[in-house]
């Protein structure tokens, strides 16, 4: 039921989602909870920490269930990320979709990745996973984290070794990264676990460059590394909301349903290694 409702013609905004996902879950005894909580960004202790929200969900059940944070892309957050909250609590986690734009009074940093850049955004990630950390119906040592294009870069930044230091916070348990930016330098030190999932078609964050990237970790840390690409897969395949097709600046975004399909089994399959 909930799946027409996301998928009518029409655009959704973040706050009508919101609403369907709340008397449409609950309603339906989907979800023992789903709503907007507030915490800091790490170093959750520093007085400087930024106070940020996310979209929290919780599966039927008695818990404490494995969490995964939910970063958006350069446009903030959208339908697909509802979308993947839906479907991570079917699977018996507990979601948070990070808002990490709305607080800071952007809208979209596509034109300008660094307006509110990835390694800002693995901060916001931490600071999740902490308010996570202290709730009773999360096993505190079981979360992970999947991010889409700008929210994927953010991925990638969080699984690098020195970032649970510099967030005084625990590593994350495994991540998964939906066609990220890739860049030249950097990044290239992954501790966490990580999955990522391109495709072969995509003109915007292109498969060469993580091709590339993940090519260059270093011995230590080129096993904690897997890279899937895809064939015929645009930017945002696994986004229904862009089917048909559309452009931006350029690029190519646009639903795949075979790609599409075949990711999630993959992700379904990498979060059970590390998370059940």
């Not at 404490?64 to 970063?71: D, V």
């Not at 034109?111 to 850049?117: T, W």
């Given at each position: 039921m909930l799946g027409f409702f996301l998928r009518r013609t029409y655009p959704l905004t973040s706050r009508l989602v919101t609403t369907l996902l709340i008397v449409l879950l609950?309603?339906?005894?989907q979800l023992a909870l789903a709503d907007w909580e507030s915490f800091k960004?790490?170093?959750?202790?520093?007085?400087?920490s930024k106070t940020i929200r996310g979209f929290v969900s919780i599966p039927e059940g008695s818990g404490?269930?494995?969490?995964?944070?939910?970063?958006h892309g350069c446009f903030g957050v959208e339908q697909n990320q509802f979308e993947w909250a839906q479907r991570?609590?079917?699977?018996?986690?507990?979601?948070?979709?990070?808002?990490?734009?709305s607080p800071r009074k952007v809208k979209s940093v596509c034109?300008?990745?660094?307006?509110?850049?990835a390694e800002t955004r693995a901060f916001d990630?931490?600071?999740?996973?902490?308010?996570?950390?202290?709730?009773?119906?999360?096993?505190?040592?079981?979360?992970?984290?999947?991010?889409?294009?700008?929210?994927?870069?953010?991925?990638?930044?969080?699984?690098?070794?020195k970032f649970p230091a510099n967030a005084q916070e625990d590593p994350l348990q495994a991540a998964v990264a939906y066609y990220p930016w890739c860049p030249r330098f950097g990044l290239k030190e992954t501790s966490t676990p990580l999955l990522v999932l391109m495709g072969k078609e995509d003109n915007w964050t292109p498969l060469d460059r993580c091709e590339r990237l993940l090519a260059e970790q270093g011995e230590e840390f080129e096993n904690y590394v897997r890279l899937i690409a895809y064939n015929n897969a645009?930017?945002?395949?696994?986004?229904?909301?862009?089917?048909?097709?559309?452009?931006?600046?350029?690029?190519?975004?646009?639903?795949?349903?075979?790609?599409?399909?075949?990711?999630?089994?993959?992700?379904?399959?990498?979060?059970?290694?590390?998370?059940?």
């Open positions: 609950l309603c339906s005894n960004s790490a170093p959750v202790r520093s007085a400087d404490p269930f494995p969490a995964i944070i939910i970063a991570l609590n079917a699977w018996g986690y507990v979601t948070v979709v990070i808002d990490s734009f034109s300008d990745p660094e307006l509110v850049s990630v931490f600071g999740a996973a902490a308010y996570l950390r202290n709730q009773a119906f999360v096993n505190p040592q079981k979360i992970g984290l999947i991010g889409f294009s700008h929210g994927g870069w953010t991925v990638l930044c969080a699984a690098q070794k645009h930017h945002g395949f696994d986004d229904f909301s862009k089917k048909p097709g559309t452009e931006f600046e350029g690029h190519t975004i646009a639903f795949d349903r075979e790609s599409a399909a075949n990711s999630i089994l993959d992700t379904r399959a990498f979060f059970d290694l590390y998370l059940e």
